[in-house]
Structures are given as structure tokens and as C-alpha cells.
């Protein structure tokens, strides 16, 4: 089977020849086993050609052997950010509306992509068809605003269900919308949603709120997907336990939950053989903490609860820095070993 085919027979339980495979390592586990590592990926590769870890690679190379320990940056919509060179993701520390009465009336979003954007995209999708199954990002929504308004006053902007809350989501839709349709027309297999909606043992809202104010969003965007035959896909850290029919009844056929924090089990009583699961094999205790043992029955678990319905599990488990190496090996191992379908 070629990627493609194996990612969609998962996706839609029509029997991959194995478990398809999704891998991400952080730039400080890149840094610290180097070439150990670039060679273990590429005994055992992943169903994306690597991209994820080859470009945190690429982002070591770039930093050096002894990088200044964070980076500061201002993104395109006005946030300004600080991250650690060990990972890729960072800290609001100046979002760009800080205040409904001084920014919102005059702030602007960045300009929409320019028409050679959409033919470098066309051409990326014929020149990976039909072996890759290529992806496109759909814009967020959550977690983006959050960023934009800084943690503190978005969440108070939900308790006080602030109107210019409600205008700023249906902005950022009628932002999205437009680019979406054209890279779903585009031929993009498909449109992947990134927002974090859950803590440790609880959402980050109620999920009240979140049907409330957040849903009705997300369903204008999937149905962009859903009208061009796109497969939707989400993924949320934290718990999200209550909200998982929500995303069932919303037409989600890949859901990249956080899954160890609610109880792999538990997550599978619940969407096991209804939408394709990224699994996030426990990179809070297991993968950095345990044993080689551990993170193979771990992996052994994940199956057990997602995969056994001819199909319906992506493996994925993320590597940090401090991860030991036997538990890296383990861990890639095991994907190939447990993912087996027969025929």
C-alpha cells in the first residue's frame, strides 16, 4: 500500500495492511541524539515522509550546537511570543488585543494569500498524488483567539460572553472560509484543526460554552470539508471527554485526543470504530519516565482500543527531550510490531 491508501483504509476501517504512522520529535531530543535518531526514523519510518522530525532538524541545524536558550518573535497577526529552542511551540507575552476598546475597531487582519499561493499549493498536490495523503490546515479558532487576546482576558471574554468575542470568531470563519475551499478544490485529502480545549482532568471551558459559542464555528468550516469529500481531523491536548460525541455528530473522521489523560479505555468505549484515533501515547509519564516495557504495552493498549476495527488507529507518540533512548527504540519498535493487519 502506498501511504495514501494506508492512511485512508484507517480512516475509513477498510483494513490498511498496518497501523499508519504520524512521528514528531522536538528539536531537544533531535539535539541531543542527533544522528542516533535521523537513523532510527528512517529504520522505521512514518506515513509523511519523517517531515515533522526532518524539519525540526532542519530548525537544530539552523540554531546550531549552542542556541541561546529562548527566542522571541512577533507573528503575522501582531502576538508577540517567547519558546524555548528545545521545543517548537511557545508563550503569549503580548497579545496583539489587548483591549476591546483600544485595538478591536481598528485592528486588521494579515492580507489573504495571493493567487500564486494557491498555484504553488495545486502543484504540491499533484506532484504528492497519489502516494501522499496531503493535509491542509483549517484554520483555528480556540486556541487562536486565546493567543490574540491573551489567556487571562479570553477566558473572562467567555464568562462574560462578550459580543466582540462572538464578532471576532465569525471574522476569523469568514477569513478562513475562502483559502479552505480553494485548497479542499485544490485537491487536498484532508483539513486539519489544532486547538487545545482541555487541562489535565477537566476543559478549558465548560462544554456548555464550548457548544455554545465554539461548535456552531467549526461545523461552518467542516462543512466546507464534508461538501469537497475531505476528511476532518482534530486534535485537542487536555481532557475533552464530554465533547467527543460532539465531534462524532460533527462529521470528524480523525480525532488526535490527549486519550491517557481521560483513560485510553474510556476514550475507546466512546470512539472506538466511529472515527480514526492519532494516538498521544503518554508523553507525560510513559514515554519520558517509564520503562521500555511500559511503552510498549502502552502501545499495545492504544491498539487494543482504537485499532481492532479493521482499521480506525494512527500511531503517534512525541518525543521530547530527556526521553530516554531505549524508550525511543521501544516506541517505534512496537508501532511496526503491533500494527499488523492480516490478509
Request: with cysteine; aromatic share 12%.
Amino acid at each position: 500500500m502506498t501511504s495514501r491508501e494506508r492512511l485512508l483504509a484507517a480512516i475509513e476501517f477498510t483494513g490498511p495492511d498496518r497501523a499508519p504512522i504520524h512521528h514528531y520529535c522536538f528539536p531537544g531530543a533531535l539535539r541531543e541524539h542527533g544522528q542516533q535518531l535521523l537513523d532510527l526514523l528512517a529504520q522505521y519510518p512514518d506515513d509523511f515522509g519523517n517531515e515533522a522530525p526532518l524539519a525540526n532538524w532542519a530548525q537544530v541545524q539552523r540554531e546550531g550546537d549552542t542556541p541561546q536558550e529562548t527566542v522571541t518573535w512577533r507573528d503575522g497577526w501582531g502576538t508577540t511570543w517567547i519558546r524555548s529552542t528545545q521545543y517548537t511551540s511557545g508563550e503569549v507575552i503580548e497579545p496583539a488585543i489587548r483591549s476591546w476598546e483600544a485595538d478591536w475597531a481598528s485592528y486588521e487582519f494579515p492580507p489573504s494569500p495571493a493567487p500564486e499561493h494557491f498555484e504553488r499549493f495545486a502543484a504540491s498536490v499533484a506532484a504528492q498524488h497519489p502516494e501522499r495523503f496531503v493535509m491542509t490546515a483549517g484554520g483555528g479558532l480556540f486556541q487562536h483567539v486565546q493567543n490574540l487576546r491573551g489567556p487571562e482576558s479570553f477566558f473572562l471574554d467567555i464568562g462574560e460572553d462578550r459580543a466582540e468575542l462572538h464578532e471576532l470568531l465569525d471574522r476569523l470563519v469568514d477569513y478562513y472560509l475562502p483559502t479552505l475551499d480553494r485548497h479542499l478544490a485544490a485537491g487536498a485529502d484532508c483539513a486539519v484543526w489544532g486547538d487545545d480545549w482541555g487541562a489535565q482532568d477537566a476543559m478549558m471551558c465548560s462544554p456548555t460554552a464550548w457548544r455554545r459559542i465554539f461548535k456552531p464555528r467549526y461545523q461552518r468550516l467542516f462543512d466546507v470539508g464534508h461538501e469537497h469529500g475531505a476528511k476532518i481531523w482534530t486534535h485537542s491536548d487536555g481532557w475533552i471527554l464530554e465533547i467527543l460525541p460532539d465531534l462524532l455528530e460533527m462529521g470528524v473522521a480523525v480525532i488526535n485526543p490527549q486519550h491517557p489523560c481521560m483513560g485510553t479505555p474510556r476514550v475507546g468505549q466512546i470512539v472506538g470504530g466511529k472515527a480514526c484515533i492519532r494516538t498521544d501515547i503518554d508523553r507525560q509519564w510513559v514515554i519520558p519516565y517509564g520503562t521500555p516495557a511500559e511503552v510498549r504495552a502502552a502501545v499495545n493498549e492504544a491498539m487494543d482500543c482504537f485499532g481492532r476495527f479493521n482499521g480506525g488507529i494512527l500511531f503517534h507518540g512525541e518525543v521530547g527531550p530527556g526521553v530516554p533512548w531505549e524508550n525511543i527504540v521501544a516506541l517505534y519498535e512496537t508501532f511496526y510490531e503491533v500494527g499488523k493487519y492480516g490478509g
